[in-house]
């Protein structure tokens, strides 16, 4: 099977089970565990922050810097399609008990004017406080577009003048980064937290990190013991991430270069009606006929094909690691097979 339904699905190369093998561990709640804080003191300084903290999830990242950042009644103004919204089960209701405020935007990234448009008048008490702006880059829903870095210094300066902080969720960051060409310190300074996945694109079987202030990351340690995420012996799963970390960002862009060899060569099917343009390694497909997208998906799946439906007449397809150019080229040739 060529499984294209998300960069998640990734197992660890032996090299990686190795490095997992030989980690030394400790209690990582007693914050005894060399590996984990050998990952946050790489991570922090590779991203060129003061600290960092390992989780479990992108998730829990999220949900972590936001319940930091935002008190009860208070709101989160993000992209109407962003994870922190769509896919975290309501989180920011249910853990921080604040509201959100969905901006529009174009292809899941939003804009310094919106975002100034919609901060609440803090003296009006009709209105929840405006607490945090949260941006994703790359964003998933935009078919994994990316930020100009220009717009995120307008956004930040948004954010300063009205005191807010800015969050990132860079579950995909290094796919920005490895396209946008743009210093990783450089890029990462606006942002008051930031979010990554090591479990995506970097393919590590599990893991997060969540970067920012050393007085942000403690606060968030404390969070995530309350959020259930003090884990123990993590230094075998926080070696896979230093692992992914140290080798597996330089070949991210052989990911991008498949998916727009997919782009290409899907555009040639009947059943292809347009594809998002591609900018780094998701490719988002919209189907000629919308009803057909579950028969689509099972017609796929019987050619060996791993897609995933991504809302009404769209399928999703994302390259990753385990994904060969051959692969690619096998996935082109049996779609063109499917009328
Ligand atoms: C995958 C993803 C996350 C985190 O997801 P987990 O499955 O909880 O690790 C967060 N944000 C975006 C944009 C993602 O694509």
């Known amino acids: 099977m060529i499984d294209l339904r998300s960069d998640t699905v990734t197992k660890p190369c ?7 093998a030989a980690a030394v561990v400790g209690d990582d709640v007693f914050g005894e565990d060399p590996t984990v804080n050998e990952l946050e003191a790489f991570a922090a300084q590779y991203f060129g922050k003061e600290a960092a903290l390992f989780c479990v999830s992108g998730t829990q990242t999220n949900q972590i810097a936001i319940n930091v950042h935002v008190k009860p009644g208070g ?34 990234r939003i804009t310094a004017a919106e975002i100034e448009k919609y ?20 964003a998933n829903r935009g078919g994994g577009a990316i930020y100009d870095f220009e717009e995120i210094l307008k956004i930040k300066a948004v954010c300063q003048a009205n005191n807010l902080p800015l969050h990132l969720d860079g579950a995909r960051l290094m796919n920005a980064l490895a396209v946008n060409g743009i210093d990783t310190h450089t890029y990462c300074a606006p ?12 393919g590590a079987p599990v893991g997060s990190l969540l970067l920012g202030s050393a007085d942000f990351i403690m606060k968030a340690r ?21 692992f992914a970390l140290k080798y597996n960002v330089d070949r991210l862009i052989h990911d991008h270069s498949h998916a727009k060899l997919l782009e290409i060569g ?33 017609e796929l799946a019987k050619n060996g094909i791993k897609v995933i439906a991504f809302g009404p007449g769209l399928i999703r397809m994302v390259t990753h690691l385990q994904i060969t150019k051959e692969d690619i080229e096998m996935v082109c040739l049996k779609a063109l097979s499917i009328n």
């Open 266 to 298: 899907l555009k040639k099917c009947a059943w292809v009606a347009d594809i998002v343009p591609v900018e780094t390694n998701i490719v988002i497909i919209q189907l000629t006929e919308m009803e057909r997208r579950d028969q689509l998906i099972l």
């Open 222 to 242: 404390r969070v995530r013991k309350v959020f259930g995420g003090g884990m123990r012996q993590a230094g075998f799963i926080a070696a896979a991430g230093l």
């Open 14 to 20: 032996p090299e990686m089970i190795k490095a997992m």
């Open 75 to 108: 709101e989160v103004i993000c992209h109407e399609e962003s994870h922190v919204y769509k896919y975290e089960g309501g989180g920011i209701a249910r853990n921080s008990g604040a509201s959100v405020r969905l901006l529009r935007g174009d292809r899941g």
């Open 191 to 202: 942002f008051d937290s930031i979010s990554i996945c090591l479990s995506k694109g970097l």
């Open 119 to 138: 901060i609440n008048p803090i003296h009006d008490v009709h209105f929840p406080i405006s607490q945090l702006v949260s941006i994703e880059d790359t």
